[in-house]
């Protein structure tokens, strides 16, 4: 027997002993399936390893050069013509193959699209929720309006809508949605210069009244809740604002409440600028169908409490 | 079939040119489609902005704060819609950052108000209960410093054509619904001063606290400021 050989057997002996020992002080003889995989993956490389170093130890020993060599020649070395082995062709043949597929259909027809996927959800999401919006009761929608609101509102305006307080001074932050509260000197500013932040088409122009006494008069009636005697001058506003100040959809605001058409319209196309900033434009976050929700929640009055 | 080359040296040379430069063109020609230009409606960052994009990293806002929203339907839904390239033309370094921490800031302008900064930045948990961000009142006594933030739009302006408007030189910048409009610089460091505190003081007209209003009717401008200018800008 050739000394070769015998190193072979006794390196494969020794490497599946030690194998056989490492595998036993880490409790992997055992029964689990993976573990036994394991092992068996361990025997087979260490024979095929063995067989193979043997195979070419064998072959540098008895190998002789003969063959052609090509016609390069570097001062006189020479390179053989050996012949591309099978399964490399075959593996180059189907790489080509597969690139010319992947280059014309692969990549440009069948590539996955990750906005693709964001389209696709979000058109399904969409469609499953019309569908469901349309059978929706009115207390279901308080409660979507809610959830709206809490995210998108209650950061400022509070998850009861009656506003956040400075944290220095108490004051309100952001406008109680509970009632519309319209104060005196808003009401001046307004009625003097006008105002078009709610998004009402044309929006309010300045100076509908002229006269001093009178701007005054309207004003302290409007802060007053509109109760009381009317004073003869808000004709100028009951035009567009309604005789009780209930408003006119799509042409004014109600001067009196937080009605769904105050909400939508400013929701969707007014910059409101309040005492701390100017308000967000949520049309860019919110859909019209939450538009519509969380419209119908504040005009509900954020702190009623909801029916289950 | 490559010993006619290999015997060139001139034409291998040549050859390997044209290789190499094939592959640097497929990396650089999709740089130039209008894909990768500025998206409409980005806008360079004013003086006062860019300050406050400073203040905004060196309190290391991006190491918990992301600015990339990824195109899923839960992120949009919170965020608004997903980041696109061109909307990061303006910023040098990027703040993608990579761990969210805090919530994404990439369109908070469109969310939070001046007055809502103002309160969390000095009384995070008070504003967000369970919060767990830190405190920063050193911001509202810090000054905030201008002058490296003009320093920088001079040298992007003419190092990368970034289109601020300078002087009688006018770049319009194209937005959304058609029109255009243009970003303005100072034309001296005095100036950029001057113009900053113009931003300014439209912040604090909507702040409550009356040390940062005192600060600014003094000529100073303290960090929060700039912080929120710069907040409010991200749409």
């Known amino acids: 027997m050739n000394k070769i050989y015998l190193a072979a057997i006794v390196t494969t002996l020794a490497m599946l002993g030690f ?129 709206v609101f809490n995210v998108q509102c209650a950061p400022c305006h509070g998850t009861n809508g009656k506003g956040q307080e400075n944290y220095q001074t108490g004051d309100l932050r952001a406008e109680n949605l509970n009632k519309r509260a319209l104060s005196k000197k808003y009401v001046e500013k307004v009625i003097r210069e006008g105002s078009n932040q709610l998004g009402y088409a044309g929006g309010m122009p300045p100076m509908m009244l002229q006269d001093d006494a009178d701007i005054d008069a309207v004003a302290t009636y409007i802060e007053g809740g509109m109760k009381g005697e009317q004073p003869a001058q808000y004709a100028v506003c009951g035009s567009c604002h309604g005789m009780n100040g209930e408003g006119m959809d799509f042409v004014a605001p109600s001067l009196t409440a937080y009605n769904v058409d105050l909400v939508k319209t400013l929701l969707t196309s007014g910059t409101k600028k309040g005492e701390i900033g100017t308000m967000p434009r949520e049309a860019k976050i919110l859909t019209p169908l939450q538009i519509e929700l969380v419209a119908a929640f504040v005009a509900n009055g954020p702190a009623t409490e909801l029916e289950e | 079939m490559f010993h006619w080359l290999e015997k060139r040296p001139f034409f291998f040379a040549v050859g390997v040119f044209v290789v190499i430069a094939f592959a640097g063109l497929v990396e650089i020609l999709p740089n130039f489609a209008q894909q990768s230009q500025p998206t409409v409606g980005t806008k360079p960052y004013s003086t006062l902005e860019l300050t406050g994009r400073h203040v905004y990293i060196k309190n290391s806002c991006n190491a918990c704060h992301s600015q990339l929203i990824r195109p899923f339907k839960s992120e949009t839904d919170r965020y608004g819609s997903y980041s696109k390239s061109g909307e990061y033309a303006y910023d040098r370094p990027f703040l993608w950052g990579s761990k969210r921490t805090g919530p994404d800031l990439m369109r908070v302008g469109n969310y939070r108000t001046t007055d809502w900064h103002e309160n969390h930045m000095m009384d995070p948990i008070g504003t967000v209960p369970g919060s767990v961000m830190p405190s920063y009142p050193w911001m509202f006594t810090n000054l905030a410093d201008v002058d490296t933030a003009y320093a920088e739009q001079l040298t992007i302006k003419s190092v990368f054509k970034v289109p601020y408007s300078m002087g009688d030189e006018k770049i319009l910048i194209p937005m959304e619904d058609g029109t255009s409009e243009t970003v303005e610089i100072a034309t001296t460091l005095a100036g950029a001063n001057a113009a900053a505190l113009e931003e300014a003081k439209l912040i604090v007209a909507d702040m409550k606290n009356q040390d940062v209003k005192d600060m600014v009717a003094a000529g100073k401008i303290p960090e929060i400021v700039a912080l929120i200018a710069y907040l409010n800008s991200l749409k």
């Open chain 1, 19 to 147: 194998t056989y020992v490492a595998m036993d002080i880490k409790g992997g003889l055992n029964d689990d399936i993976v573990n036994q995989l394991a092992i068996l993956g361990a025997v087979v490389l260490v024979i095929a390893t063995v067989f193979v170093v043997t195979k070419y130890v064998r072959q540098m020993q008895t190998d002789k050069a003969t063959g052609d060599l090509t016609e390069e020649n570097w001062d006189g070395i020479g390179e053989y013509m050996n012949e591309m082995p099978f399964g490399w062709s075959v593996i180059f043949l189907l790489t080509i193959i597969w690139g010319l597929w992947y280059w014309t259909a692969g990549y440009p027809v069948a590539a996955y699209s990750q906005i693709g996927e964001w389209n696709e959800e979000v058109a399904a999401k969409n469609a499953s929720i019309a569908q469901r919006a349309a059978n929706l009761t009115p207390n279901e929608k308080l409660h979507l309006g809610k959830a």
